[in-house]
């Protein structure tokens, strides 16, 4: 867009530090007057905290709410993976899904409790024991890289670490985080360490702090932070918030109370350099008892405010620079002073009257930005403390800016007449500015674009003079390129496998989008206000704007999708190895996303030998989301060698072939995103069978298992609450619960009495792996205990010992041999049995390495005159994934249904 001329060094420096003023500008929940109060809280204070952590819901929630709502602190959290390998307690989402789920669920917590959001590149490959194996997965360098980049680029006063780094973490991703953020803490300050990043223009950091949580303190945390304050302003005490932002988390079930009263968190200086004490491990959080709440402070030693950098900056400074650097000190105290002034003068019933005075406010700092040209800045020392000066100065502008707009009761909004653009489309784009205050202000406002993208205005695009209470838009064409790339998050590998066999993602080279949540939305509105002689400049994502009937208005990105895409279904089908059945059903969905109709040919391409009916299909798709559903009938040759096939839908359309579909990721908490995979169905094939049973399935959390039931050829059916209530149970010969059903289905825990008379009166009872409601509840037939920790064996290739080999679930029909433990995905299993009573028998042992055997993996059980049956091998990850082993296991689990006495 055209910039206007009226540009001062004070919008300048923010539009040359990119960094501190992008993340100042971080939505937040809040708008109104208590927008304006929060933002004012923000003016003047200099401080910065960096909280690191393992996973999406390690953070101490607590943290933030008092320090960046209640002091004005820019703190951000640095989870080190976006939590792929956890479970999903809201959806069937696992592996890259359910880290883009949990991603967008730390945003959504971070838009309530004010702080920013860091990322490194870590795959969260699922739990580990130690930190040893954590470093197996992520090379220990790599890793220490990226945090140390995160600190150089975020540049924190303070780092908190959420782990110690020790034994007592428990999971070995939580002690690696610990070891790697008191590693980063040296390393950022050390010019030797990561010297590509100097090269890239990031400048070496000392953080001037060093805490992790007062839980691991062995004689007293140093810090207590008062989180139970009420804040009157908000109507809630910040560890409310806290509990609210914690809640946030709801696939990993967070869900807690927002109890009102004194509430406080605690933390442990130490010096990065001493080696971690080691002590048993205590619980996640609270207050110590005895401790005084308020005491000590995270920012002992360290200057809070530009005026007390700059003066010392200028004690340091050699005598031709002394003056100038004192005369800034002073700008920057007078500005304080009267930052300090306009918050006691804010009215929240009329925010628009300390307008003036932010506008004074601007211009001192900007005659502050004046006195600062960075490319003359020495090298060394000096240099690098004016330099950190001038990015905490470009923070301090940007948030200005920020308060004045709130203040002025400004609203920008950026509404696209579409939210699915296709490459070579054309669309409509309104940039409007809302006054709701007393005084006009100027606006110039115009499109934000990737390269390649074209705007053309719909009439003049001249500056907007907007009245009190009036709303001015200027309306725009924006036209997307024809090789314009679909929007996926950038931190998605369209690879099959991990870069260099780690679990790391594949970072792009563009350092202003590595570490952030998410790219830039594609398109964005800009806006450029004179508010009181003072210049604002803002940006704005696009959304199209919709009603709906139940639930009124909602709003929705944009994203630029293929003008077709193609999905094969299923993902993944097994074909028993000497099975009758050799005919596969596939379904090719496609879908158009085009303004125009389309024309072209759909085929579903097979290995040599395989034939396709229909072999291809025309097709004609109407413009704007048309769709069509092809069946394809595929049958296998007779002879056919176990192993993977692999199954391609393709389309063409003119020139252009097409291969690809995406998934939507979307929940009403969390923003949408597009996930594009291969049109593709896998079929493995091997040796499994199945008896002739019917079954029953309750459904748990993120349960795909009984689409695997599908790939046998059993005949099942979800069982509801009125069928577990009531229903006809005895037309099944086995039922089986999805994981974790006790603790997601209130339905089952009320009538799980019926599903024991199921097994005493002749059926089978399979029960997958719960938590620790299950033996609390007293769920089984006998008393039955959980480990704390819980008992699992995180490696996939850990052996397995038969402690009962000629069990029928080990024999029959599925001869279960070491080769069916092969091939096993993220981990063998958790949540085992560690204790039991009655005539449960336990067939298999397992361990990690060094650990010893663990024998509550499955169980056997006679009751009554049927069976009952408890399993904490994770085939729910098994399965999706295709693993021959698992498959014949499973089958053999319910196949014990067919013949029950054999197994009793």
């Given amino acids: 867009m055209h910039r206007p001329n009226l540009i001062p060094a004070l919008l300048a420096l923010v539009l040359t530090s990119g960094a501190a003023a992008d993340l100042a500008a971080q939505s937040t929940a809040y708008d109104g007057a208590a927008a304006t109060g929060l933002a004012l809280r923000r003016l003047g204070t200099a401080a910065r905290v960096l909280h690191i952590g393992a996973h999406p819901d390690d953070e101490n929630t ?13 703190a951000a959290y640095l989870s080190l993976t976006r939590g792929e390998g956890g479970q999903n307690g809201i959806g069937p989402e696992l592996g890259t899904a359910l880290g883009l789920i949990r991603s967008e669920e730390l945003l959504a917590a971070r838009r309530l409790d004010g702080g920013d959001q860091l990322f490194t590149r870590a795959i969260d490959y699922g739990f580990s024991k130690n930190a040893e194996e954590a470093f197996r997965h992520w090379p220990r360098d790599s890793l220490l890289a990226d945090v140390v980049e995160a600190i150089r680029t975020y540049r924190p006063d303070v780092v908190i670490s959420v782990w110690s780094g020790t034994p007592r973490d428990g999971h070995g991703q939580h002690q690696a985080s610990g070891i790697v953020a008191r590693d980063a803490v040296l390393a950022a300050a050390d010019p030797s360490r990561f ?9 070496p950091h000392a953080t001037a702090a060093f805490y992790w949580s007062g839980r691991f303190s062995e004689d007293g945390p140093d810090v207590a932070l008062a989180t139970g304050t009420l804040d009157p302003l908000l109507g809630r005490s910040y560890h409310q918030i806290a509990m609210a932002s914690r809640s946030l988390h709801r696939s990993q079930d967070m869900g807690v109370p927002q109890a009102p009263g004194p509430r406080g968190t605690a ?46 900056i200028a004690a340091a400074a050699d ?34 009257s300390i307008v003036p005075a932010l506008a004074a406010a601007a211009a001192q700092l900007e005659s502050a930005a004046g006195t600062f040209q960075e490319r003359s800045l020495p090298d060394g020392p000096a240099g690098d403390a004016l330099r950190d000066l001038h990015f905490h100065l470009a923070d301090e502008v940007a948030e200005l800016a920020d308060a004045l707009r709130k203040a002025a009761n400004v609203t920008l909004d950026v509404v696209a007449g579409d939210e699915l653009v296709v490459p070579g489309q054309t669309f409509d784009l309104e940039l409007s500015v809302w006054n709701g205050g007393t005084d006009p202000i100027e606006a110039e406002a115009g499109p934000l674009l990737p390269p390649g993208w074209t705007a053309v205005p719909v009439g003049v695009a001249a500056p907007l003079v907007v009245g009190p209470g009036e709303r001015v838009a200027s309306a725009w064409r924006v036209t997307v390129p024809a090789d314009a790339d679909p929007t996926m998050p950038y931190f998605v590998d369209p690879s099959p496998t991990p870069p260099g066999g ?11 989008i590595r570490g952030r949540p998410f790219a830039p939305d594609p398109v964005r509105g800009s806006f450029i206000l004179r508010i009181a002689d003072a210049f604002v400049s803002e940006e704005r994502p696009a959304a199209r704007v919709g009603v709906d009937p139940r639930s009124g208005e909602f709003r929705r990105p944009v994203r630029v999708v293929p003008p077709v ?58 413009p704007g989301a048309g769709e069509r559903t092809v069946s394809f009938d595929v049958v296998a040759p007779q002879a ?23 998934d939507v990721v979307d929940y009403p908490h969390i923003a949408p995103h597009h996930l594009y995979r291969r049109a593709r169905t896998t079929v493995e094939v091997f040796d499994v069978r199945v008896a002739d049973v019917r079954v029953g399935y309750v459904r748990g959390a993120g349960d795909g298992v009984p689409e695997a039931l599908d790939q046998l050829g059993v005949d099942w059916e979800p069982l509801d609450s009125n069928d577990l209530a009531s229903g006809d149970l005895a037309r099944f010969d086995v039922i089986v619960t999805g994981i974790r ?80 433990w092969a091939g096993w995905v993220q981990e063998r299993g958790l949540y085992f049995l560690e204790s039991w009573e009655g005539p449960m028998t336990p067939l298999l042992a397992m361990s990690d390495p060094g650990e010893a055997p663990l024998t509550g993996s499955v169980l056997v059980a006679p009751l009554g005159e049927g069976l009952y049956v408890y399993t904490g091998l994770a085939f729910f990850r098994q399965l999706p994934a295709g693993v021959p082993g698992a498959y014949r296991l499973f089958a053999n689990l319910i196949s014990l249904g067919a013949d029950t006495e054999a197994a009793r």
Avoid: C
């Avoid at 607590?62 to 820019?74: M, S, T, Y």
């Avoid at 003056?323 to 800034?328: A, D, F, N, P, Q």
């Fill in 62 to 74: 607590a943290l933030f709410a008092p320090l960046v709502l209640g002091r004005g602190v820019d």
């Fill in 195 to 203: 010297p590509e990043q100097l090269d890239a223009g990031l400048r």
């Fill in 267 to 312: 933390f442990d200086r130490v010096d990065p350099a001493d080696p971690p004490p080691v002590g048993d491990r205590s619980g996640f959080g609270g207050l110590p008892r005895g401790m005084e709440i308020g005491t000590g402070s995270l920012f002992a030693g360290v200057d809070t405010l530009l005026s007390r950098r700059a003066d010392a």
């Fill in 319 to 352: 005598p031709a620079r002394r003056g100038g650097l004192r005369r800034l000190a002073t700008m920057l105290r007078d500005y304080e002073a009267r930052a300090e002034a306009i918050r006691a003068a804010f009215n929240p019933l009329d925010p628009g």
């Fill in 502 to 512: 780690h679990d790391l993602y594949r970072w792009p080279d563009d350092p202003e």
């Fill in 565 to 622: 895409s193609v999905a094969l279904g299923p993902d993944l089908a097994v074909l028993p190895l000497d099975a009758d059945r050799r005919t596969l059903q596939l379904t090719a969905r496609v879908r158009s996303d085009a303004p125009d109709s389309l024309r072209g040919q759909l085929r579903l391409e097979a290995p040599p030998g395989w034939i396709v009916r229909p072999d291809r299909v025309p097709l004609v798709l109407a």
């Fill in 640 to 662: 056919l060698a176990p192993g993977e096939y692999a199954l391609d839908a393709t389309v063409r359309i003119g020139d252009r072939t097409y291969i690809r579909g995406y």
């Fill in 741 to 820: 059903a006790y603790e997601v289905r209130p339905d089952l825990a009320a009538h799980n009495r019926r599903l024991l008379d199921f097994a005493r009166a002749g059926g089978t009872v399979v029960v997958q792996y719960n938590k620790y409601e299950f033996p609390a509840g007293g769920f089984a037939p006998w008393p039955v205990t959980i480990g704390r920790p819980h008992g699992r064996v995180t490696d996939p290739a850990a052996p397995v010992t038969a402690l009962v080999p000629g069990h029928p679930a080990l024999t029959t029909p599925n001869l279960i041999r070491p080769s069916d």
